[in-house]
């Protein structure tokens, strides 16, 4: 990891768009603006950053298609679910999910992201914009059992962000049991039990259903979401 000598810092006129300079000298924050560029944003991860990130179980990732849409997905999974491989890479899993791949699309016709990783009982909170690729490296896959592909993140800009808004919360659990074992399976998600997409399930969910107490309701699929048990 680079050091905090060796971190390069972006130019305030390239990290700010038009639009946010506009606002900037509207409210007259443009030196404020550029002292914040020059005290914490960079072009790679300082040690404390990257260390920060290998502790999270969990991140936001927001992605934007080609027509500007975005989208920001909660990303689970045990701790280092967002591996570091050095100061300027990331690399995160995509598991079985509901087949939408709305994130990965997005990636895939724009190849940008920005990621939150917060912790909430510090609390403390890092963001990272970065140019992505959809990915199947054996060395990524081999770090993730039962990903379907990786995410390999290049740091384009990373800070660590004002952690004065967040709300303190207490941790309940230590584990998912979604996240896949070392052999890549995991327990069926409920939604998967749904009567309506019985029919659209993919060849490997056959047969689960039945094993998991058979289908249920839209309604009683939501009533799960809202008790916790789903």
């Known amino acids: 990891m680079a050091t905090e000598e060796e971190l ?14 506009a606002l900037q000298d509207e409210l007259q924050t443009r030196p404020l603006a550029n002292a914040v560029v020059f005290a914490v944003v960079r072009e790679e991860l300082d040690p404390e950053m990257a260390g920060f ?11 934007v298609n080609e027509e500007g849409e975005p989208t920001v997905s909660y990303k689970g999974g045990n701790v280092g679910v967002a591996h570091v491989v050095d100061d300027k ?4 899993p995509s598991c079985n999910g509901n087949g939408m791949y ?7 016709a724009t190849g940008k992201v920005g990621k939150l990783f917060i912790d909430m009982c510090t609390p403390h909170r890092v963001r990272v914009q ?3 690729a959809l990915s199947q490296n054996e060395e990524h896959m081999k770090r993730f059992p039962g990903a379907e592909f990786v995410v390999e993140v290049i740091v384009d800009k990373v800070f660590i962000n004002c952690a004065r808004y967040i709300h303190k919360h207490e941790r309940l659990e230590g584990t998912n049991k979604y996240v896949p074992d070392e052999n890549g399976e995991a327990p069926l998600p409920a939604w998967k039990r749904i009567d309506l997409i019985q029919e ?3 060849e490997v969910d056959l047969g689960r259903v ?8 839209e309604d009683e699929y939501k009533r799960k979401v809202m008790d916790g048990t789903s």
């Open 8 to 21: 390069s810092i972006p130019n305030p006129d390239e990290f700010y768009s038009p639009q946010q300079r």
């Open 53 to 63: 990130i290998s502790s999270r179980d969990y991140f936001f990732l927001s992605t």
């Open 89 to 92: 890479t990331i690399v995160f």
């Open 102 to 108: 709305f994130s990965a699309g997005n990636i895939s």
């Open 130 to 132: 970065g140019t992505t």
């Open 200 to 202: 659209a399930l993919p």
């Open 210 to 217: 039945a094993e998991n107490g058979g289908t249920i309701t």
